[in-house]
């Protein structure tokens, strides 16, 4: 397992609300899904826009110490969107 997915998951595991948190990130992800499929560009326009995606943003910053993003709101990490290529993969088979 991938350090950042354990290390989430360890966070998700010490906070109140981490599992409920957790279930809001998989809900978002299928639901991206099935709103665009195979569009990577629009992911990342979504991962930069979407109020959800915010919250899911600060909670595995407090998680891993590791920001999503720069000064300027774009995204440098390509953790999450190898999460999001994982896990529609899963959707495929």
Sequence with gaps: MAKWKSD????????????IELKGWR???R???E?????????KQFLTEDESFEIMAEDYMEATGNSLY??????????ILDYWKAF???KEV
Aim: aromatic residues 12%; hydrophobic residues 30%; charged residues 40%.
């Design 70 to 79: 720069d000064r300027d709101g774009n995204l440098i990490s390509d953790v």
């Design 8 to 19: 989430v998951l360890n966070w998700a595991e010490e906070h109140s609300d981490g599992q």
């Design 27 to 29: 809900a978002v992800f």
């Design 35 to 43: 709103k665009y499929d195979d569009d990577e560009e629009g992911f």
């Design 88 to 90: 529609k993969a899963t």
């Design 31 to 33: 639901d991206y899904l």
